[in-house]
């Protein structure tokens, strides 16, 4: 809205399928961009999808730099800034008409209704079962947008003629009931809307999904909502549940590397701050056995890392880690060490403006660069640092350390990841230098290695003899590592163990090897 260009939002993954090819088309036929909203559980789901014709052909590949327009790219001159803007604007009234005929909006109407529900995105899959539970199927009027900016003016005319009350339901922000309103005051109607923030009856924050919307519809409408028994049942499942986050795959070198960070920072005094990134080791800071923690006013405080889970302090955006550093000792941080993490996908994406700033300010920081070789994360995609293009052909590799040598970093070491005492060492020798040093941790990601290999059940053993329950080794995070609570020994998960040999290493009694007899 800010950005004056269309977005739509899908309810499901049809609809982001869809939707995706529409956008190009709607880019086209308007010479704007055209945003494609989606959330966290849009995202993070998966369905199946019809995937419609499919053409082979594509547009003509063109430049022409006075298209249409006199510098249409961006040039700081004639015709400027101010005449562009309003070329934007012009094109609002072609926004409208699209969005009247948009194919994703859909008005369900029911003669003589006095209700209506107004929604978007996924959250009109939660509208639709709220409905169903309360039992308003058919007796309400409902318009689902999938065009969410701008309102389908002549659509919303007739949904909103004789509405006595309007409940909208939306994901995020209350962008939607904001315009609904605008909407409704300009043309003097009398219609009362609630939603998030126009006689609020859902919480501002935070996501919503369907037991939130039915809630939020019946609280507007002043209805009880029969009690859910399926809600007993979650509350004493929860009792029966250990609380836990997500974790590190079984023999990930992020393991090793955050171990051997974990013990170098123990020999240094002080309240050390370290900045993780966004990727698979941003479980550095998730916090293992979901802890309750306390706030307190203190203004420095040191804290006990026991396990890999809880060593990271900041996470924010790809490529903040190392920004935040520089910042913090920019700002005269001196109480302990300040460190920052990112992997290797994230080292070419966004930190290299930020490495040769801290060459150049000489920042007194420890920078440690996860390379697993791969965007693990999102999906094992290629990078630039995997040797293999996107297409699947192989290439020349990207050398993150010739890289940070050629920016003029004079500390600079690389290390396996899985062998702690070499990682150790070298983190030990970046932390005591004084200015920006790097340390290069690699371990190629373990779920690609065994993909390769096929490997079967793992020979990685504890002898129970040896095992004094101490859960050293429970404390390096690795999934595969169990613990029996009566017999207070460890054990290896055999199928989840991949032989990476963090575990050994980190044993302290000898009590786990390889071979001997499965525990």
């Not at 809205?1 to 190009?24: G, H, N, S």
Request: proline share 4%; hydrophobic share 40%; aromatic share 6%.
């Amino acid at each position: 809205m800010y950005a004056e260009i269309p977005c739509l939002e899908p309810m499901d993954q049809q609809e982001a399928k869809d939707m995706t090819k529409e956008a190009f088309e709607l880019s086209e036929r308007l010479e704007l961009p055209v945003f494609l909203r989606s959330v966290t559980r849009i995202s993070h789901a998966s369905g199946d999808v019809s995937l419609g014709p499919v053409t082979a052909d594509r547009n003509a590949i063109a430049f022409n730099k006075h298209y249409k327009l006199p510098y249409r790219w961006d040039v700081y001159g004639a015709p400027g800034t101010v005449h562009k803007h309003r070329w934007l604007r012009a094109q609002l009234p072609k926004m409208r008409a699209e969005a009247e005929t948009c194919r994703f909006n859909r008005f369900d109407a029911v003669k003589g209704a006095k209700t209506g529900i107004l929604t978007s995105g996924v959250a009109a899959a939660y509208a639709t079962e709220a409905l169903k539970r309360l039992g308003l199927e058919g007796k309400v009027s409902v318009l689902k947008l999938g065009m969410v900016f701008p309102l389908p003016s002549r659509m919303m005319e007739t949904f909103l003629a004789g509405l006595e009350t309007l409940v909208v339901v939306e994901e995020g922000d209350p962008m939607v009931e904001l315009q609904a309103g605008a909407f409704a005051k300009e043309r003097n109607l009398a219609v009362r809307i609630r939603g998030k923030s126009l006689g609020p009856v859902f919480e501002p924050c935070g996501e919503i999904n369907a037991d939130v919307a039915t809630r939020g519809i019946a609280a507007a409408l002043g209805m009880k909502v029969a009690e859910d028994a399926r809600e007993k049942t979650r509350v004493e499942l929860r009792k029966q549940v250990t609380p836990r986050s997500s974790t590190l795959c079984a023999g990930c070198s992020h393991l090793g590397s955050y171990w051997a960070l974990k013990e170098a920072l123990k020999k240094h005094p002080g309240t050390h701050i370290v900045n993780g990134d966004i990727g698979c080791y941003e479980q550095g800071g998730y916090g293992l056995f979901a802890s309750d923690v306390k706030a307190n006013d203190a203004a420095d405080k040191k804290y006990r890392v026991n396990s890999p889970y809880e060593i990271l302090d900041t996470i924010y955006v790809m490529g903040s880690g190392i920004g935040l550093a520089q910042g913090q000792i920019q700002a005269g941080y001196a109480n302990g060490k300040v460190v920052a993490v990112c992997g290797d996908s994230t080292f070419v994406h966004a930190t290299l403006p930020a490495l040769v700033n801290a060459v150049y300010s000489r920042a007194d920081i420890t920078f440690l660069i996860f390379d697993n070789r791969w965007t693990c994360m999102t999906g094992h995609q290629v990078n630039p640092s995997t040797g293999v293009d996107a297409l699947g052909k192989e290439t020349s590799p990207f050398s993150i350390e010739g890289v940070v040598r050629s920016m003029g970093v004079e500390s600079l070491s690389v290390a396996n990841a899985y062998d702690l005492a070499a990682a150790g060492a070298a983190i030990e020798g970046a932390l005591a230098f004084k200015g920006p040093s790097v340390v290069i941790l690699t371990g190629e990601c373990q779920l690609q290695v065994l993909r390769r290999t096929k490997k079967g059940l793992a020979r990685t053993r504890v002898d129970r003899e040896k095992c004094t329950g101490c859960k050293r080794c429970v404390q390096l995070g690795c999934p595969a590592i169990t613990f029996d609570t009566d017999a207070k020994k460890a054990g290896i998960d055999q199928i989840n163990c991949t032989d990476c040999g963090l575990c050994i290493q980190v044993c302290r009694e000898g009590a786990i090897g390889l071979g001997g007899d499965a525990k």
